[in-house]
């Protein structure tokens, strides 16, 4: 029984990886390939996918505990699933540093600019460029505006939720 309790996550831990499978839940909908025109690929679904695990990120950031260990437990979740997905793709063990690296500078490089644009707002051009320059980067950008507001009503909606339930790992996105 003592072992249980010692091995049991703690409930931060369990609480970012719901808010991480929410997110993933979240990014897969098909309305945001097929209505908003995000790319179906790798690098369309890897930007979709971090993209709301940014707005959980900053959702949660500068609050007090347990808020800042939620937001760490989900980046960590994140990273773990990174890790999975690359091995999954077949990626060898000795690319796989290589490889978790670039993706580690490629998100934070997008955690800063994602809050620097939403520090803008609401001066919608940073965000809007941000999205283009992106999601967007290898396809038509024309569906960038509708992304956009899909972003702000998300993130919206996240900062209209009691903190307390995200920190137990319930985030309602918003229908699209």
Request: charged content about 25%; cysteine-free.
């Amino acid at each position: 029984m003592r072992l249980n309790r010692l091995f049991r996550p703690r409930p931060a831990q369990s609480a970012g990886r719901a808010l991480y499978a929410g997110a993933v839940e979240q990014s897969r909908t098909p309305a945001l390939y097929a209505d908003l025109g995000a790319p179906d690929t790798v690098e369309g679904r890897f930007e979709i996918y971090s993209l709301h695990v940014v707005l959980l990120l900053d959702r949660l950031r500068g609050h007090a505990a347990p808020a800042g260990e939620v937001s760490q437990a989900l980046f960590d979740a994140y990273v773990k699933d990174l890790d999975h997905a690359l091995r999954e793709l077949g990626v060898g063990d000795l690319a796989v540093g290589r490889k978790m690296r670039k993706l580690g500078e490629a998100f934070y490089g997008r955690g800063k600019s994602y809050e620097a644009a939403f520090t803008a707002l609401p001066d919608e051009a940073p965000l809007l460029a941000l999205l283009t320059r992106t999601v967007y980067a290898e396809t038509d950008a024309s569906p960038v505006p509708r992304l956009l507001d899909y972003v702000l009503d998300q993130r919206a909606a996240l900062a209209d939720q009691a903190l307390e339930r995200l920190t137990e790992g319930d985030a309602a996105w918003k229908p699209l």
